[in-house]
């Protein structure tokens, strides 16, 4: 049986060819790791491309051709800028010149852990100064089931323009990894959730220009849900795995081993590692979104809060291995010179965003050992980034460092730190992600017996 769509409305048939012959004008408001993919997604697939944001410095170099974002290559944005098919802007009114426009601002909490809708709201008022009929919306942040159309819906049709009507609107969740080169932008299937079917289908249109596989729900509220069951599924698995750590701590077994073995099962189990806690703009505060929307409606989200106890109190855990380890030569933290290997969120990647790190050597700190770093990603930590409140500089990694340092404490382990030198030439290792392959006695792993 064939089904045929229903015809769409005048302004979305209007829109939709316009983005089939990809004469639409797009944008993309809020150029961070989410946005500027985005943004070049679109150039690439032959849209012209407005970017929009606060910050004049990302503006400015754009508009120079480049990047500042890791995953993001300066020679594409040099080609589609060179092209123009690429540029950016500070100034609200060129919502006015669009087409459809993404919104891809930060979605915080604040410090009661209650979502902070500021940044979309103002990206929202903004673009409702500028709203004109046939507009696309489409709001990418991550954010709790309603928010489309409980708060972005009625911010725009202030004016009198009707969504669905006058204009279109959709939420379609940002799924970026930072730093994963296999799944990107471009080949993760994006899921898309319009007010009516004329929003989907232009929502759809859009993406299906630019990304490999769009998948339709129902809804905006379905859309914001699926990216909230994806982060809290691994938010809630890997509070699991962490208290399995301390479980296998106290019995004397490798956590790390038991993990392993358990991932030979062909089916039925997936394997999440532990670690030295959360980090990032996503997995430690989304799931909040969803337990503060459902308190509304008298639900308490158990698993949620009990993974955030969990996954909050690993950097704990790894100053008391810092403890021992300190502990097992006659040493007491203060006093100790502690080098802290890695300190972006994790691997590979720049970002300190709620970094563990910052938790572990702000407590080391204040237990009085005299805290360095070495981090290839991070060359400087401002002292306003973390609760040490000092400024400080990445170390060289070298046999000097390695032993001057009373204990080494592996935080973040990237690529490109040289395992064999570290095991080699530091007094102790609290190593907290298995970097260290293989039992020594002068290395102190997160869930596993000390040798
Ligand atoms: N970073 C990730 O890995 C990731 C993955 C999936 C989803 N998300 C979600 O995507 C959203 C964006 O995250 P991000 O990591 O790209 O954030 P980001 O901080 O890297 O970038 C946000 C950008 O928005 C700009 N901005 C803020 N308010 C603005 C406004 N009113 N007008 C114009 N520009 C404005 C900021 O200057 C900044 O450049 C968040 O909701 C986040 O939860 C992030």
Redesign the pocket.
Known sequence: MTTTSPPLPTAAETLRQKLAARTARVGV???????LPLAVELARAGFKTTG????KR?VDAINRGESYIQDVPTKDVAEFHEAGRLSATTD?ASVATLDTVNI????PLRKTKDPDLS?VV??VE?IAAHLHPGLLVIL????YPGTTDEVVQPILEKGGLKAGRDFFLAFS??????GNEKWTTKNVPKIVGGLTPACSALAKALYGASIDTVIEVSSPKVAEMV?LLENTFRAVNIGLVNELALMCDRLGISVWEVVDAAATKPFGFMPFYPGPGLG???IP??PFYLSWKVKEVGFEARFIELAGHVNGAMPHHVVDKVTDALNSHGKAVRGANVLVLGISYKRDID?MRESPALDVMGVLQQKGAAISYHDPYVPTLLGRDWPGSVDLHSVPLTTQALERADCVVIVTDHKALDYTLILRHAKLIVDSRNAIKGAHAHVFKLGAPAT
Request: charged share 25%; proline share 11%; glycine share 10%.
């Open positions: 408001v809020g150029l961070g790791y989410v946005g929009i944001d606060l910050d990302k609200p891809c601002v930060p979605t940044y103002s990206a903004m990418e942040s991550t954010t969740p940002e799924r970026v990894d930072p990216k990032g703009h996503c505060i989304d970002d």
